[in-house]
């Protein structure tokens, strides 16, 4: 999906609008006052407020996908090359969320409070990532670096569930013990947790 100079300006403008206020509070007219453009300018664009709403979102799924399948395994490796490339994914992904907070509220929480097309592509892209864990799971049950005992479908929406779940206290529940925790010390937790459950790592993985 190509985004213009001037769609992206409409576009920064709208998101912290609509992530705050949600949809329906949210007027073309704030928009237009944000960016600081004439609101033709707006419809030039964007067909209505809907449309600058799936764009933004369908743009953050574009990233959060490559962010995920940048850990899809290409050869067989050991548990120190698996926890490693995790945790640098779980990285970029936490540092991600933390820089575009707007768009993960938008995500998890005020754009459910949208409209029937809106709610469907949230729904979409949370499908779609829950999509993309499976493929590296899935992945590695066939490099024989995870066992099958469990579908990779089954994993993905556990692992996802966690990572969002997670995500959403994190940035969102003030007061919360985790909000103390930085990108890369929730990346090591999720991490170790992902792979050695409650016991965390062991002294040789620390």
Known sequence: MHTTENQQVLMDAALPLLARKGFHKTKVSDIVKQAGVAQGTFYWHFKNKEAIVLHILKEGERYLLNVIYSGYRKQVGSLNDMTTSSKDLMQTLFSYAESNKDYMQLLLKTGQDSDEKI??????????????????????????????????????????????????????????????????EMARQIVSFEFFGLRGFTSSHS
Do not use: C, K
Request: charged share 15%; no cysteine; net charge negative.
């Open 119 to 184: 709610r469907s592509q949230i729904a979409s892209t949370l499908q779609a990532i829950e999509q993309a864990f499976a493929n590296n799971i899935a992945r590695a049950q066939e490099l024989h670096m995870l066992p099958a005992t469990y579908s990779n479908h089954t994993l993905a929406a556990m692992l996802a569930s966690l990572v969002f779940g997670t995500i959403d206290r994190w940035l969102f529940r003030e007061g919360d013990s985790l909000a103390t925790l930085n990108a890369e």
